[in-house]
């Protein structure tokens, strides 16, 4: 991975992200003043059975709260027990919430961040595909609730974004699809990421991974910064996501996959209901085929319904999405539920 080092700025607040190798053993292991100031660390089951050992050897004074694994977890009960984890330590003003692991645990951290004495630091070290291009940029942080992702949930930017590449190798293939699936939806809107991927045959080999987090990092933070709070802009980064959170509450897979699955479903129809370029469609729809591999299309009956929870939607009873109209260009469609549902299921079948 190369070596960078984002700063940026959103208002009063600031965030550095740095992509190198080491961070436990090196970043967070040289923090002296954590202890002194106090610090948790929060991660999940998954993860802590692969580097709890080196989480005691290089951070071996600082407690450790431990989530169950998945999706369905991300949930009040997990948050309110994180608060409760915070508060049995002695967490102060000026302490630190560690959130190691991936977007779950990033997500939930954060908003356990921002709640905690109505904001305490945060530092996310994402430990999957998916955390490090996109979930650990940007302060966005979230709970799902009655049923609808991320549902409650507030901004709060960490103070530091460690991302290390040695993560990346110990991954099972879902989660570098899941990662993909962001990294794909970037290459929607960048042009240059688009040829880096395209012209790539094995998108899976993590060296190569290793090299692009960069790139997808400092373009999410720029993104981000031009509008910290989702009010314009950075609208852009839910392309293909309308679909795909609906598809994701129904079934079991990952988030990236839903996500492959939203742009391709997306992308067609755009080219129904927009002015597109059908050919680099085209090509964006066999790049996000590749990266899915082989993920099943789940049957799409009740995403329709499902979608019209989504927190994008600003007309009553209308589904608005963010598709890809052209290289590194968007736009947005807005349909009825009717609507929507009749071509979801004529696309299902293309997808098939």
Not at 161 to 169: G, S
Request: charged share 20%.
């Amino acid at each position: 991975m190369k070596k960078i080092h984002v700063q940026y700025d959103c208002g009063a607040e600031q965030s550095a992200i740095v992509c190198c190798g080491g961070v436990l053993s090196g970043q967070l292991a040289e923090m002296k003043w954590l202890k002194e100031s106090g610090a948790l660390i929060f991660t999940d089951s998954n993860v802590h059975a692969i580097y709890g050992a080196d989480l005691k050897k290089y951070l071996p004074d600082l407690p450790v709260h431990i989530m169950p694994a998945g999706e369905k977890h991300k949930n009040e009960e997990t948050l309110f027990s994180l608060l409760t984890a915070m508060a049995e330590a002695g967490l102060r003003r000026d302490s630190v919430l560690i959130a190691f692991g991936g977007g779950v645990v990033g997500d939930v951290g954060g908003l356990a961040a921002s709640l905690y004495m109505r904001g305490i630091r945060c530092i996310q070290v994402p430990t999957t595909l998916l955390a490090q291009v996109d979930s650990s940029v940007g302060g966005k942080t979230a709970i799902d609730f009655h049923g609808i992702k991320n549902l409650v949930g507030a901004f709060h930017l960490p103070t530091a974004v460690y991302v290390d590449p040695t993560f990346l190798y110990t991954l099972p293939p879902r989660e570098i699809v899941c990662g993909l699936g962001e990294i794909v939806k970037h290459a929607a809107l960048n042009g240059e990421l688009f040829d880096a991927l395209s012209a790539r045959e094995n998108l899976t080999d993590p060296g190569f991974l290793a090299d692009i987090v960069p790139e997808n990092i400092a373009f999410k933070a720029k993104i981000v910064q031009s509008d910290p709070f989702d009010r314009g802009v950075r609208a852009c980064l839910n392309l293909g996501h309308t679909t795909a959170h609906a598809v994701e509450l129904g079934g079991d897979l990952s988030h990236g996959a839903c996500v492959l699955i939203g742009i391709r479903a997306e992308l067609r129809l755009a080219k129904r209901l927009t002015a597109c370029d059908a050919g680099y469609l085209d090509e964006l729809d066999r790049l996000a085929k590749r990266a899915l591999g082989t993920e099943p299309i789940p049957d799409f009956g009740d995403v329709a319904k499902r979608a019209l929870s989504d927190k994008k939607n600003t007309a009553s009873g209308l589904v608005t999405m963010v598709v890809p109209v052209s290289r590194g260009k968007y736009g947005t469609v807005s349909l009825s539920v009717g609507e929507y549902a009749t071509m979801l299921g004529e696309i299902r079948e293309e997808l098939c």
